[in-house]
T-cell receptor
């Protein structure tokens, strides 16, 4: 079955600390992988995407993610978190010849000053 | 930066009533989508739409749902006879190309639908 798992429901970090949000996927074909962020009361904003090529992808707001096929993972990282990064983060997978994105349950990030 | 806009931001409707959720996709986008997120659950794909036809739909998208592009700018989701379990946040999205490759889907801020 096609699915996305985000094992961490809630993460709390101090401002300036590094961050890693985990994402594992199960997909029968070549996956296209995405991270979206949702601030309170707002929609889903695309942070970054992976289709092919370099397995380390850079996104907006200083985020990056690494695709590891052997681990079926696409973890999101940021070296130094800012208070404005507090939001909910969603990992999603899609594939060739489908319009459907499959989302994980999300990870809520809280940042302490 | 161009945005997907959705109206209203919050809709309250009596069970059994019809509701129409509206979206204005990004102007040069040709592919349109609806997703929903029941409180505390995952964002789920409902339907995709291209060239005035449904391109793909999920098992959630049954006969009580319909989509339409009534004019050159709007994209609507109609729920014919609402049920309590239709209460959710509904997201509209659009993209330049179809599928989930090459061109990402851009999402609106959502409409929160509350069924009483």
């Amino acid at each position: 079955a096609q699915s996305v798992t985000q094992p961490d429901i809630h993460i709390t970090v101090s401002e300036g600390a590094s961050l890693e949000l985990r994402c594992n996927y199960s997909y029968g074909a070549t996956p296209y992988l995405f991270w979206y962020v949702q601030s309170p009361g707002q929609g889903l904003q695309l942070l970054l995407k992976y289709f092919s090529g370099d397995t380390l992808v850079q996104g907006i707001k200083g985020f990056e993610a690494e695709f590891k096929r052997s681990q079926s993972s696409f973890n999101l990282r940021k070296p130094s978190v800012h208070w404005s990064d507090a939001a909910e983060y969603f990992c999603a997978v899609g594939g060739y010849n489908t319009d459907k994105l499959i989302f994980g349950t999300g990870t809520r990030l809280q940042v302490f000053p | 930066e161009p945005e997907v806009t959705q109206t209203p931001s919050h809709q309250v409707t009596q069970m059994g009533q019809e509701v129409i959720l509206r979206c204005v996709p990004i102007s040069n986008h040709l592919y349109f989508y609806w997703y929903r997120q029941i409180l505390g659950q995952k964002v789920e794909f409902l339907v995709s739409f291209y060239n005035n036809e449904i391109s793909e739909k999920s098992e959630i998208f049954d006969d009580q749902f319909s989509v339409e592009r009534p004019d050159g700018s709007n994209f609507t989701l109609k729920i014919r006879s609402t049920k309590l379990e239709d209460s959710a946040m509904y997201f509209c999205a659009s993209s330049e190309q179809g599928g989930t490759s090459n061109q990402p889907q851009h999402f609106g801020d959502g409409t929160r639908l509350s069924i009483l």
